[in-house]
């Protein structure tokens, strides 16, 4: 027999022959290859073999490559299922050494994917030693006892674990322990590459320095060496380029620049922010920001060239950290040069060309969120608004409206021929800029500097003016009919633009300008088609949020012209809408598909909202097909827009189609997929109900309705999602005894049953169910399962507790003495009997107590003595008042109303009336709190029974003991 250690080693050196395979040029072999490696994979052990084959001294680089490759998949793809315990603390083990035997051309990304596991089985708690074991090595590692490729091991691994856990914001204790060995171990490695600055070093202080960013992200940890630290990225950022870093965005000297200023803002943000810090705000200000804001206007003005995302981050650190009342007064002697610099930041650049040209939709998603971690345009107009606006006023103000005339002026002086559209793009970047500043824009400005711009022979030059005009729309008066006459000709020129960016600007900055400036509208009616179906197409090229939202400005400014064409309009937004949908799924990171179809379902919501009553039947039709492959494929983002949508189809009728949507709720509710709807869903089934069901239906409802609406109330109910859900569905069943005259015993019970679901709570809308279901159909509500319990619940025990719950009380004995002789039989009645002299005992002491507690209160009241305790003195009765639910006492009193007991607060008046309801006679009384009014109600309820039912009455009486007759008798004669 062969050893298992034989059979591995012998696996082993097969797996070694299949990744040499795996590259080999004959097809046939490279398939064989790989059908073994994939046979193998699923193998306990592959993860460790992979490990063996990496740190092997001779193993071939080629298949270093391979085998690196495929350790970072199975570790990303197989770690939670497919690996075991053992093969897991094995990878973990042989991490470092392993890390520390390969070329840096594939490190990165294999630590980058075990780290992740690592962490996370931490988080998890899973095994802990492995992870105390590479945190050690990587201590080790970072303190050069191993030489400087353990350095570079030990500050990656570290980086990777410090990202993971920054990313998760669960740090754990071991990571805690780790951060604090680790912080003074870094600040070396970030002082050796200081002092010899070459490529290796400083990519071992960029990962340093990005580790410290990570750990500090979830707070400042004990015995972090502030001040050590801040001199660190002092001189860090004041390094100067000696390693020949020139324009190479990628060279280690720009990552180290980009962390260092990184760090320093997140520990800015720290000092701010937490509740002790370990210096002051002022001592930071003056000893590190202003120093350190020094350094980044050098870096500004006198460097060659700025990695673009290093000057992102400098331009980020001078307006958001740097404390308010010093920045304009640390800025106004570098403003004179600074601005220059900031004015070619915000110019079009040979990057926006290239993107413009390859990508237009992708240039037009960019200017419509721009981002302060990669668009240095946008964090330089930011700087400037900060100076001209909050921060600094009008100092700053005069400073950039006078270079910007300046900069105009010699733009228009620029000799024939010369190119100066890039610096012309910046200059009406400034104009925003100052348009932020302005109480008002000067006379002639906008058509001195902007208008002429429309007709640029340069597309971005037409896409920034309108851009410009949008922007500063939204903030000022553009100065009269005339100039608004003038910028809308020119946007609407620019709608019909050959560029697609210039387009796009176009159709949102019409919009702005509709939305602030009141005589745009009219100039615009007589175009509203045409525009509506210029951004519509916009709309399906762009994929951006920004012209759906145009789109639907459009559309609420102009209903009634786009009425004739408003079921054309639905149909090309469902087809667009179905596009973005496809294309959302085809995509991994589908965000801006989703957005861009969110943004067309609120445009058809819009569209069908805006249009007549008569057109509501054509668009029902359009859109059925589309709401109910939403609903039936179980899409989130958009569910509720489409039960929204079906709210308003539902407002008057319901048809056949929207019947079908119902159906559609109902699966979807069974697969708990529109838990997360519960108002939407509410109002949409509470239609259904109310046009489909009840008296007010215009329209026939098909068979199996009234079982369909009570399948969704009972998932409502039942499925405890969560508490929106639960008062949703006993809403609806009291909309469904209300509404529909005819319901069947069936029904009836069936309500019944479904609030008295035994894992619910009490006082969840059960009261307005039951009792409306006893007036309804008495005998078959009563008879449901459950019925008692809720009724003892209600009326069982004379400290039945809230005023709500004895307010229910009396409305549900009031219910049962207006019903008809056979309704309850004797021991119903007699039951009933004594449970109401139970009750209206203790609610009479509830009330005597209150009524001495205020007499008591009136008596301090007149001594002068309003201590703060009499606030907390309370009767029973108003304390339970004020612990009830506000919805839950509207429901109650609207329940009454509908049994015709009038609730109503009145001093004095206790007059009875009777009002037909249904054949059978409820009573309408006043009621009023203080004066026992549970018993006058009952009182009046007697009255009547033995004055209108002397057979109910013999029945009733009859079985009662001689004390609770007496009782009853007491009660009558007093109220």
């Not at 030990?154 to 912080?183: H, I, M, N, W």
């Not at 994929?543 to 090309?572: G, M, N, W, Y």
């Not at 119903?828 to 002491?845: D, Q, Y």
Request: hydrophobic share 45%; net charge negative; with cysteine.
């Amino acid at each position: 027999q062969i050893s298992r250690a034989t059979m591995a080693n012998q696996v082993s050196v097969q797996l070694v022959e299949a990744l040499e395979a795996s590259f080999h040029l004959d097809a046939a072999t490279r398939a064989e290859a790989e059908a073994y490696i994939m046979q193998v994979r699923r193998q306990p052990g592959y993860a460790p073999k992979l490990m063996k084959i990496l740190m092997a001294e001779a193993t071939a680089p080629g298949v270093i490559q391979i085998a690196a490759i495929l350790l970072k998949n199975t570790c990303r793809d197989d770690w939670a299922l497919q690996l075991n315990d053992h093969d897991k603390t094995l990878v973990q083990n042989g991490l470092f050494d392993c890390l520390l035997n390969l070329p840096e051309r594939v490190r990165a990304g294999l630590a980058c994917i075990v780290v992740h596991q690592v962490a996370n089985e931490v988080r998890k708690g899973g095994p802990s030693e492995a992870f105390g074991d590479l945190g050690r090595r990587i201590l080790e590692g970072i303190a050069g006892e191993h030489g400087p490729d353990a350095v570079s091991v030990g500050v990656l691994v570290l980086c990777e674990v410090a990202k993971r856990f920054e990313y998760s914001q669960e740090p754990g204790v071991q990571f805690t322990d780790l951060t604090q060995e680790a912080l003074p171990l870094l600040q070396g490695v970030v002082m050796h590459a200081l002092d010899v600055p070459a490529s290796a070093s400083l990519l071992d202080a960029k990962l340093a320095v990005k580790s410290a960013k990570s750990m500090l992200a979830l707070g400042m940890p004990a015995g972090f060496d502030l001040h050590t630290w801040l001199e660190v990225i002092t001189r860090v950022v004041a390094l100067p380029d000696n390693d020949g870093a020139d324009d190479d965005v990628f060279h280690p000297y720009w990552q180290l620049q980009k962390w260092a200023w990184r760090t320093f803002l997140r520990i800015a943000k720290l000092v701010g922010g937490v509740a002790a810090p370990p210096m002051s705000l002022d001592e930071f200000t003056e000893t590190y920001s202003l120093p350190i804001l020094d350094i980044a206007c050098t870096q500004l003005m006198q460097h060659r060239f700025v990695a673009p995302k290093v000057r992102v981050v400098i331009l980020s650190a001078l307006w958001r950290f740097v404390p308010i009342g010093t920045t304009w007064m640390a800025l106004k002697p570098w403003l004179p040069e600074l601005l220059p610099v900031l004015h070619t930041a915000m110019c079009f650049t040979e990057s926006d060309r290239e993107l413009w040209e390859d990508g237009p939709a992708e240039y037009v998603q960019k200017q419509a969120e721009p981002r302060d971690t990669d668009d240095v345009a946008w964090s330089a107009t930011m700087l400037l608004k900060q100076l001209v606006t909050l921060r600094a006023g009008a100092g700053a103000l005069l400073e950039v409206e006078t270079f910007t005339d300046k900069l105009h002026s010699e733009l228009a002086a620029a000799p024939p021929g010369a190119d100066v559209s890039m610096e012309r793009d910046g200059a009406l970047g400034l104009v925003d800029v100052l348009a932020s500043g302005w109480a008002a824009i000067p006379e002639g400005y906008i058509t001195r500097h902007v208008v002429p711009v429309f007709q640029s022979e340069h597309a971005f030059l037409r896409a920034r003016a309108c851009t410009t005009i949008g922007k500063m729309a939204t903030k000022h008066s553009l100065g009269g009919a005339h100039i608004v006459f003038c910028v809308l000709e020119g946007l609407r020129r620019c709608v019909k633009d050959d560029e697609l960016p210039v387009r796009a600007a176009a159709a949102v900055s019409i919009c702005r300008v509709l939305e602030s400036q009141a005589e745009a509208t009219e100039e615009l009616r007589p175009h509203a088609a045409e525009l509506v179906g210029s951004t519509l197409a916009l709309g399906g090229e762009a994929r951006s949020d920004i012209l759906t939202d145009a789109l639907t400005q459009l559309v609420k400014h102009f209903p009634d012209e786009l009425a004739p064409r408003s079921t054309e309009l639905l149909r090309s937004l469902i087809n667009q809408f179905g596009v973005f949908l496809e294309e959302g799924a085809n995509d991994p990171d589908g965000q801006e598909w989703c957005m861009a179809a969110w943004g067309t379902l609120e445009t058809i919501q819009t569209v069908t909202q805006s249009c007549a009553a008569d057109a509501l039947a054509d668009h029902e039709e359009v859109l059925l097909p589309m709401m109910t492959h939403v609903l039936t494929h179980d899409i989130p983002d958009f569910v509720a827009e489409i039960i929204t949508l079906a709210m308003h189809f539902t407002a008057n009728r319901v048809s056949a189609g929207m019947w079908q949507i119902a159906v559609a709720v109902h699966g979807g509710l069974a697969r708990g997929a529109l838990d997360d709807c519960a108002v939407e869903l509410t109002e949409f089934v509470y239609n259904c109900i109310r046009h489909g069901l009840g008296d007010e239906a215009i329209e026939e409802s098909p068979p199996g309705a009234s079982e369909l609406v009570l399948g969704i109330c009972q998932h409502c109910v039942e499925s405890n999602a969560f508490e929106g859900t639960i008062q949703g569905g006993t809403k609806l069943l009291q909309a469904l005894l209300s509404w529909q005259i005819d319901a069947s015993s069936e029904v009836v019970a069936e309500c019944v049953r479904i609030v008295t679901y035994e894992e619910l709570g009490a006082g969840r809308g059960q009261a307005n169910v039951v009792l409306s279901a006893i007036r309804r159909n008495p005998e078959a509500a009563l008879s449901s399962e459950g019925v008692d319990g809720v009724l003892t619940h209600w009326i069982g025990t004379h400290d039945v507790g809230t005023y709500h719950d004895r307010k229910i009380g009396v409305l549900a004995i009031c219910t049962m003495l207006a019903l008809p002789i056979d309704a309850l039989d004797r021991e119903i009645w007699s039951s009933l009997m004594a449970k109401t002299v139970a009750l209206l005992t203790g609610f009479e002491e509830a009330e005597q107590s209150w009524h001495q507690e205020q007499e008591v209160r009136d008596t301090d009241e007149d001594d002068g003595n309003d201590s703060g305790d009499d606030d907390d003195v309370d009767g029973a009765l108003i304390e339970d008042e004020n612990e009830n639910d506000q919805d839950q006492d509207q429901d109650i009193d609207a329940l009454a109303n509908e049994l015709g007991i009038d609730l109503a607060l009145d001093d004095d008046d206790f007059e009875v009336v009777k009002q037909p309801v249904t054949e059978q006679t409820h009573l309408v009384t006043s009621w009023d709190v203080e004066e026992s009014s549970c018993a006058v109600e009952f009182a009046e309820a007697i009255r009547e029974l033995r004055d209108e039912n002397p057979e109910v009455a013999t029945v009733v009486f009859s079985g009662l003991d001689p004390d609770t007759q007496t009782a009853i008798d007491a009660i009558v004669d007093r109220f």
